[in-house]
């Protein structure tokens, strides 16, 4: 007779595994985490943060197809191909969208994409600008090709897709290093406030009551102009507003907790209160943390959302879910709203991932189910 298993994390395991849109979440997760670490491997444009532009084909729909005719540069770049694999190729390639070549003995002039279908301005190279071809005949097939958007390009002729796989990078890295700063704040002061209570408590819900006073984006932007712009700078910020709620949460959870019995029995058997705290006490207070911690996954990103869009988020041209909408949100209203859809939806289904994830990591992980 097989015996069943009675610890707790295995039990909790397998209560996940029958939730089907929990375990659903964390497989968007992980593909979502999978895009992040090999976006610059997946996207079309391989470019140091995607940011190939090319204006005279900006803001196409999805599928548009160009022919791109590019003259390589002079200089070569020093980067190794672990920072071309995990940061972009540094790419000073000059990429022109033709709409039609004509080769002479020498030289290949080209006629430059336009809009309306129109004649273009003609440009002429000759063949000492490019080193791979030893023949003008072979310019064509090496340096001229049929590049397809599949999600149309922005306003400035950079492909959308190769931004949004990219972009992927900025929310989640926002999202899971501020609910990690939020949680290691959050989870110490509660339980130190609702543990030892007295002059502790009151210091530290003074504390809590000042900060959960000051609006949240206020907060942000005065963290955020002390530290700089930059891109750790958005992740601290972030972060350091969001404890509040985890440790009112945490510090309510922990008063209720260290009445039970087993805490008392912990003291009389001896146990410091660190011991008490992190093994007996955390340990059956965590499934509401989870909740609010998903909660503060999708806090973070709509925040950075915000900060982008006033300029003081992730700056350009790191691409940024939130700096895409904002750059794009007039188009809406222009019949191009793909441009700020696509970003919006991106960051809808990631939320939702991790509320489903949460939701399903509570039922779990509740002692009482």
């Avoid at 470019?47 to 090319?54: G, P, T, Y």
């Avoid at 548009?64 to 070569?76: E, H, L, Q």
């Avoid at 999202?175 to 959050?186: E, N, P, R, T, Y």
């Avoid at 895409?324 to 991932?353: E, F, Q, R, T």
Wanted: charged content about 15%; overall charge positive.
């Amino acid at each position: 007779m097989s015996q069943k298993s009675t610890s707790l994390s295995k039990i909790a395991l397998q209560k996940f595994k029958k939730n089907f849109w929990g375990v659903f979440g964390f497989v968007f997760l992980v593909l979502c985490v999978l895009t992040a670490v090999f976006a610059y491997v997946l996207a079309p444009d391989n470019s140091k943060s995607a940011n190939q532009m090319q204006v005279a084909i900006h803001s196409k729909p999805p599928g548009f197809t160009a022919t791109i005719f590019t003259i390589p540069a002079t200089n070569s770049s020093n980067q190794n191909l672990f920072q071309d694999f995990f940061f972009g190729k540094i790419n000073t390639d000059n990429t022109i969208p033709i709409n039609n070549y004509m080769l002479t003995q020498t030289e290949i002039e080209i006629e430059e994409y336009t809009e309306s279908g129109s004649n273009g301005m003609i440009q002429t190279y000759a063949l000492s600008l490019f080193p791979d071809a030893n023949t003008i005949k072979e310019v064509p097939g090496k340096y001229i090709k049929t590049q397809k958007f599949h999600l149309g390009t922005d306003k400035y002729g950079r492909d959308l897709l190769s931004r949004m796989l990219i972009g992927i990078r900025i929310s989640l890295s926002v999202g899971f290093i501020a609910v990690i700063i939020s949680l290691i704040i959050g989870i110490t002061l509660g339980a130190l406030a609702g543990y030892y209570g007295g002059k502790t408590d009151a210091a530290i819900m003074w504390l809590i009551n000042v900060t959960w006073s000051i609006p949240t984006l206020l907060l942000v932007i005065a963290i955020t102009l002390a530290l700089g712009k930059g891109f750790w700078q958005v992740f601290i910020a972030v972060g350091l507003t969001m404890w509040v709620e985890v440790a009112r949460v945490v510090r309510g959870q922990v008063m209720g907790v260290k009445q039970m019995q087993y805490v008392t029995a912990a003291r009389a058997l001896g146990y410091k209160d660190f011991r008490i705290i992190t093994k007996h006490i955390l340990p059956n207070v965590m499934a509401p943390v989870i909740v609010i911690s998903a909660a503060n996954f999708a806090s973070a990103i709509l925040i950075e959302s915000g900060l982008s869009f006033l300029g003081i988020g992730a700056q350009s041209p790191i691409p940024s879910w939130g700096a895409m909408i904002k750059d794009h949100y007039s188009y809406i209203i222009l019949g191009k709203p793909y441009l700020a859809i696509i970003p919006g939806v991106a960051i809808m289904s990631l939320v939702m991932a991790f509320m489903l994830m949460g939701n399903a990591l509570r039922d779990a992980m509740d002692v009482k189910g």
